[in-house]
């Protein structure tokens, strides 16, 4: 730490831990020796007297609590302590000097956060921040309270299930009774510590981006660039950290506890110690079948033709958004699946994804010269709204969002792109075909990308470097969704069906809807999990099919 705490020479070139914020204002240099924790200031001995003067109510920190200055402030090397200058391109990490002098020396691309800051609050990656960071903190809500709720209701039906069997015999079960249910209740509290574990990773998340989320926005109004950006890079890594957790906490087993009776129970009662069997039985690629199907009309009066649902989606706020291929328009529908709003289209959209907590991205294409990536999204008035795009050298037919990288398919290629437009890499390609990718999706830990081969009627599974892992045979494949619990489905129209396959994409595991639930050459899908619903949109029909689905 340098010595001296004022230097009296504008530009001086004294080095300073922390250099006093005001004086550095006016092009002077001096050491500081106190930080005010509102004002995100540090000060210098003759600043802190003017600032206490004006704001005596501030919490400001001296040389004795540094370890507080470094925390609260978001231009500081946490390691360190020391102000963050540059970003290393090799390694995606905000520096300090300290870190390019231990860990950065032999790295080939080193870049000033002054340069890359430039204009940055204009840029879409700075303006769908707060977006971002609202979908990642609903999903930590939703998967806390889904770990939450997870074993309530099968441990009553066990306990309602105990206690049935429990009074159709004499007192002798009374300590029988008691020992099966310690036996459930210790399962249950087992199980529960690792629920527990979950949920406070989540809530620990959650705060964490909620506080960083409102120091960046206090920056928005004093324009400090550098600042933003530094934060916007630390909430970069901060929202991969928590998607990393979502997908931690997903990839675990879904589990349910059972009771199996013992149906010899009476015949055996005394030699028996408890009433039966209590597991955890693993749901991980659990099968659904159809318990009701609606039908809604999706026909507005500006339409010229027969509906083509090509593209579906949820979005947080439980509102639905279609693409209709046929009439070149995006509609959004409400939680009764009625139209209330859509927006023209310059070239049919062959496809869609949801990318943000009101917002989608859609594949425009019009197999001439109108490629592209449409972004809409749902205004605070609860209209659809264009608000960016980008094109592309390629046709776009499939598109697919995992972690702000986009998937666009070309019928015979599949691209990544940033959110920006930029091309990241073609990530697999098929020429053995006129249509080898007609659709993709991602699993929710982005472990897996599913490819719909039209020609070869298959569904293919990639790696993330795009190897093919396996796939499964089935005919006229023509729609393709994954649950965010990562069950896959797709949906062939010639046999007017709605299939569900393994996580694997090897096998068929069952069928879950077909003509006799209303299915009539589907094109699209969607899954809500919210509801264990599933949304089927055809070609040439005004009808969108709802599935209400229930494990098997």
């Known amino acids: 730490m340098a010595t001296g705490g004022f230097s009296i020479y504008k530009g001086s070139d004294l080095i300073y831990d922390f250099s006093c914020s005001k004086c550095k204002e006016n092009d002077f240099n001096a050491e500081a020796q106190h930080f005010c924790l509102e004002c995100e200031h540090y000060l210098c001995d003759k600043c802190v007297k003017l600032h206490n003067g004006y704001h005596k109510k501030h919490n400001v920190y001296g040389r004795g ?4 200055w470094v925390v609260s402030s978001i231009d500081r090397c946490h390691q360190h302590g020391k102000e963050l200058e540059v970003h290393c391109d090799d390694h995606q990490e905000l520096c300090c000097s300290v870190c390019v002098a231990l860990n950065h020396r032999l790295c080939n691309s080193i870049s000033h956060l002054d340069n890359l800051a430039k204009g940055f609050l204009k840029k879409a990656e700075f303006k769908e921040l707060a977006a971002k960071v609202d979908t990642m903190r609903s999903r930590l809500i939703e998967l806390k309270k889904a770990r939450t709720t997870v074993f309530n209701d099968s441990y009553k039906n066990i306990v309602a299930e105990i206690k049935a069997l429990r009074n159709e015999i004499d007192t002798i079960l009374d300590q029988i009774e008691k020992a099966t249910v310690e036996q459930l209740d210790n399962m249950v509290g087992n199980l529960e510590n690792d629920v527990k574990d979950d949920v406070d990773k989540c809530v620990m998340m959650n705060d964490q981006l909620k506080n960083l989320m409102e120091k960046i926005n206090q920056m928005i109004g004093q324009c400090k660039e550098t600042n933003a950006y530094i934060g916007c890079r630390i909430m970069t890594a901060k929202l991969t950290q928590a998607n990393n957790l979502i997908g931690e906490v997903q990839r675990k087993s879904k589990e349910e506890i059972q009771f199996e009776a013992d149906t010899t129970i009476e015949s055996f009662l005394k030699s028996l110690n408890t009433l039966g069997l209590v597991e955890v039985k693993d749901y991980k690629d659990c099968m659904y079948q159809v318990v009701r199907s609606m039908q809604y009309n999706i026909k507005i009066k500006q339409d010229r033709r027969l509906c083509s649902i090509a593209g579906i989606c949820e979005l947080s706020s439980g509102l639905i958004v279609i693409a209709d291929f ?3 328009k995006v509609k959004l529908l409400n939680n009764t699946f009625q139209v209330i709003d859509h927006c023209d289209l310059s070239a049919p959209p ?3 994804c949801h990318i943000a907590a009101s917002e989608v991205a859609v594949a425009v294409d019009d197999n001439k010269k109108a490629h592209k990536v449409q972004f809409i999204k749902v205004s605070q008035r609860g209209g659809l709204k264009k608000v960016r795009k980008f094109t592309t050298d390629h046709l776009c ?109 090897t096998k068929k595991l069952a069928k879950v809807a077909s003509e006799t639930d209303g299915i009539n050459e589907p094109w699209s899908l969607e899954f809500i999990d919210s509801t264990s619903s599933l949304v089927v949109g055809g070609y040439d029909n005004d009808n969108i099919v709802v599935l209400q689905l229930e494990k098997i």
């Open 326 to 328: 046929s009439n070149c």
């Open 350 to 352: 062959f496809a869609m």
């Open 65 to 68: 609590d540094t370890e507080k």
């Open 397 to 505: 037919i499939s598109i697919a969002y995992h972690q702000d990288q986009l998937y666009v398919g070309s019928k015979t290629a599949l691209y990544q792109y940033t959110m920006d437009g930029d091309v990241v890499k073609k990530i697999y390609e098929n020429m053995a075909g006129d249509v080898t990718v007609a659709r993709c999706d991602v699993s929710p830990d982005g472990e897996r990308i599913y490819v719909l081969n039209f020609d070869k009627h298959k569904l293919i599974s990639l790696d993330k470097c795009g190897q093919e892992l396996a796939y499964s045979q089935l005919h006229s494949l023509s729609g393709l969704c994954v649950s965010l619990s990562g069950h896959v489905y797709v949906c062939s129209v010639a046999s007017n069906t709605v299939l569900q396959v393994d996580s694997e994409s």
